[in-house]
């Protein structure tokens, strides 16, 4: 279903209508998954801050939540 869904992103950056999927449930959902991964790489049991977005128990795993952009590209 992720063409559907980028499909819909786009459409609605251009129109500034709503996507089909709210935001905060598309981010939830992502992050999720994120963290998912972030266990299996550093091979840990990982404890999670929904608030602060961070990992309480390991910078290690924290730092897996950015990464450097290749230039000339930045994040805002």
């Known amino acids: 279903m992720t063409p ?3 499909r819909n992103f786009i459409d609605c950056v251009k129109s500034r209508a709503r996507t ?4 905060e449930e598309g981010h939830t959902s992502t992050a999720n998954t994120v963290i998912a991964h972030i266990a ?3 091979r840990s049991f ?4 929904g608030k602060a977005e ?6 290690t ?4 939540l950015s990464y450097k952009y290749r230039a000339p590209f930045k994040l805002g």
């Open 4 to 6: 559907p869904h980028c």
């Open 20 to 23: 089909n999927c709210p935001i």
């Open 40 to 42: 299996l790489r550093t």
């Open 46 to 49: 990982l404890e999670w801050d």
């Open 54 to 59: 961070r990992f309480t128990n390991s910078e």
């Open 61 to 64: 795993a924290n730092r897996f």
